[in-house]
């Protein structure tokens, strides 16, 4: 059976000590109600080694929200992925369309940053998803397609092990928009059977496709009910720990 994930992105919000109380509230609800999928929560990179410290990463998995596409050297104000690897995480997001938009980084940048990633040990949630324009033009599948054939699929098959998909409509993402469980579904499917014609049916039946973009307590039960959705990467419902939990509680 493939894992079911519920992770979070908290961008850039939460400052050091409220990112700390944050997960520490959420750790303390976890510890009291134990989940049934597994949990990550990806913070900014200033949060990574304090919440480390105290994390029981067997029931919550830390993140980071991007690392650099260079290995180590003279790039002023990048943190690379040995770096994060090295404060205790576990995993990293890469390719995030924010940072597609507005970092320009292109499919050549996030398979560099992939590949770094995966060397230092992290396992990668890869976000994929189309805009608006381009899903009025019915190109959703080729968009997504392409996107994983430019950074992800010159993988081993045992490198993709270690990939986790986040497939994030742009026209979803913090717009309140949610893609009806059955418009995820229909993406998810094909995204899998896009994996198993590169890598094989059993890696696809093991690979995580997650949703995002505007994921809450109550959308979450339909759309995970899905039979190729498993689990999601949720932005703004991950910075408060009872609507965290709400969506993790979708998996009971
Ligand atoms: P949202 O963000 O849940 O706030 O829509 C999801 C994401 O961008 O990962």
Redesign the pocket.
């Known amino acids: 059976m493939r894992k079911k994930i519920v992770a979070g992105?908290w961008?850039m919000n939460m400052n050091l000590q409220e990112g700390i109380d944050l997960a520490k509230e959420l750790q303390e609800m976890l510890t009291a109600e134990k989940p049934n999928c597994d949990v990550v929560i990806c913070t900014p990179f200033i949060h990574l080694a304090s919440i480390a410290q105290f994390l029981n990463q067997d029931l919550i998995g830390l993140g980071a929200e991007n690392c650099a596409d260079k290995d180590k050297g003279a790039y002023t104000g990048e943190v690379s992925a040995e770096m994060v690897k090295s404060t205790g995480a576990k995993y990293v997001?890469i390719g995030?369309?924010?940072r597609r938009e507005y970092y320009h980084e292109t499919p050549e940048i996030l398979k560099e940053k992939v590949l770094l990633a995966l060397q230092k040990g992290l396992k990668v949630i890869f976000?994929i998803g189309e805009s608006l324009a381009e899903r009025e033009a019915g190109k959703q599948n080729e968009v997504v397609k392409a996107e994983l054939e430019g950074s992800v699929f010159n993988l081993t098959a045992e490198e993709f092990r270690n990939i986790v998909i986040?497939y994030?409509p742009i026209w979803?993402?913090?717009?309140?928009k949610?893609a009806t469980a059955e418009q995820a579904e229909e993406i998810h499917a094909y995204i899998r059977s896009t994996v198993a014609e590169r890598y094989g049916n059993e890696v696809a039946e093991q690979t995580s496709i997650l949703y995002?973009?505007?994921?809450?307590a109550s959308n979450a039960p339909e759309l995970f009910a899905k039979p190729d959705i498993d689990g999601?990467?949720?932005?703004?419902?991950?910075l408060k720990a009872a609507d965290f939990k709400g969506i993790i509680d979708a998996w009971k």
């Open positions: 992105n961008k997001i995030h369309s924010e976000c986040a994030e979803a993402i913090g717009t309140g949610t995002g973009g505007s994921c809450k999601g990467l949720i932005g703004g419902a991950s």
